[in-house]
């Protein structure tokens, strides 16, 4: 049971333009979304987060968009750069009940020079 | 300031042996939290302590699997009876509260042949 879904597993963007990376999730208790980046043989970072209070929050080159209604969330990266070439992972958690991260299986993004 | 360490950053076990991972949590974060990602998939929970409990081992796959926190600090994870199945990379993440951002660890690649 994939609650957290991202149906691209890949993802291929000219420097410059503007990547967008997708997440759809299926439980209606999720009230917080975090996207993270992810290089080969690290660790998730941290990249941007949204509460379900907001539908926008931005940081810099970074978007999350939140339609609660669709249960779709969404991340832009612009001007995309090729040191954004990583995994992206979106996750969401029950900030109420349980404290664990639901994670999708990530979107390989590559910014081509 | 540091970030959360994990060591070994690889270990290589014969199926059958028990292997211990160890993860040193940012300091003064009291929620640390255990994930697996196998390989092609996503990040799953394995595990979550708040101060020195456990209140949720939902994610743990079997009884082979356990993990202890001492003095809110390092916490150990350990697989008994390693089986093939168990390679992955383990994440550790910490976080000052449950209901806040999570920060990753650089993982432990464990590999069972």
């Known amino acids: 049971d994939q609650q957290v879904k991202q149906n691209s597993p890949s993802l291929s963007v000219q420097e410059g333009r503007i990547s967008i990376l997708n997440c759809d999730y299926t439980?209606?208790?999720?009230?917080?979304f975090l996207w993270y980046k992810k290089y080969p043989a690290e660790g998730p970072t941290f990249l941007i987060s949204?509460?379900?209070?907001?539908d926008k929050n931005e940081d810099g080159r970074f978007t999350v968009f939140l339609n609660k209604s669709a249960k779709h969330l969404s991340l832009h990266i612009v001007p995309s750069q090729p040191g954004d070439s990583a995994v992206y992972f979106c996750?969401?958690?029950?900030?109420?009940?349980?404290?664990?991260?639901?994670f999708g299986t990530g979107t390989r993004l590559q910014v081509m020079l | 300031g540091a970030g959360v360490s994990q060591s070994p950053s690889n270990k290589v076990t014969e199926k059958g042996k028990d292997v211990e991972l160890r993860c040193d949590p940012i300091?003064?974060?009291?929620?640390l939290y255990w994930y697996r990602q196998r390989l092609g998939q996503g990040l799953e929970f394995l595990i979550y302590?708040?101060?020195?409990?456990?209140?949720?081992k939902s994610g743990l796959p079997s009884d082979r699997f356990s993990a202890e926190r001492t003095g809110e600090s390092v916490s150990t994870l350990t697989i008994q009876r390693t089986q093939q199945e168990d390679s992955a990379v383990y994440l550790c993440?910490?976080?000052?509260?449950?209901?806040?951002?999570?920060?990753f660890g650089p993982g432990t690649r464990l590999l069972v042949l």
């Open positions: 949204i509460s379900s209070i907001k």
């Open positions: 993440a910490s976080s000052w509260t449950t209901q806040e951002t999570q920060y």
């Open positions: 302590f708040q101060g020195n409990s456990a209140p949720d």
């Open positions: 300091s003064g974060h009291t929620a």
């Open positions: 439980n209606s208790m999720f009230d917080y």
């Open positions: 996750a969401a958690m029950n900030t109420g009940t349980a404290s664990k991260l639901t």
